[in-house]
Nanobody, 125 residues
């Protein structure tokens, strides 16, 4: 049984930094691409970042240069370092694990089979 558990969310002021983590279990972590998505109230879930099995990274334009995704295969953990946070970054952040096939479109939620429960990030102005 695959489990993804996010942590690290919170309430911060604009310009601050936060580091999200996602601990995975149930499958060999290093064999799978991982992604971060977010969903703000009243909006659809949107892609934030992804990292492949070979550590290739992908970012949404809105976070490029401010967020950094990384993975620690020894600890089965995914991270998202968020800097220069803006009020528009406020959302529930979800980590996701791919289906085990080649990650064709990392920004497409359908590429991912498993999702965490989410962690709230609130950025005040």
């Amino acid at each position: 049984q695959v489990q993804l558990v996010e942590s690290g969310g919170g309430l911060v002021q604009a310009g601050a930094s936060l580091r999200l983590s996602c601990t995975a279990s149930g499958r060999t972590f290093s064999n799978h691409a991982m992604g971060w998505f977010r969903q703000a109230p009243g909006k659809e879930r949107e892609f934030v970042a992804a990292i492949s099995r070979t550590f290739t990274t992908y970012y949404a334009d809105s976070v490029k240069g401010r967020f950094a995704i990384s993975r620690d295969n020894a600890k089965d953990t995914l991270h998202l370092q968020m800097s220069s946070l803006k009020p528009e970054d406020t959302a529930v952040y979800y980590c996701a694990q791919d289906r085990g096939l080649s990650l064709g479109r990392p920004e497409n939620p359908s590429e991912y089979a498993y999702w965490g429960q989410g962690t709230q990030v609130t950025v005040s102005s």
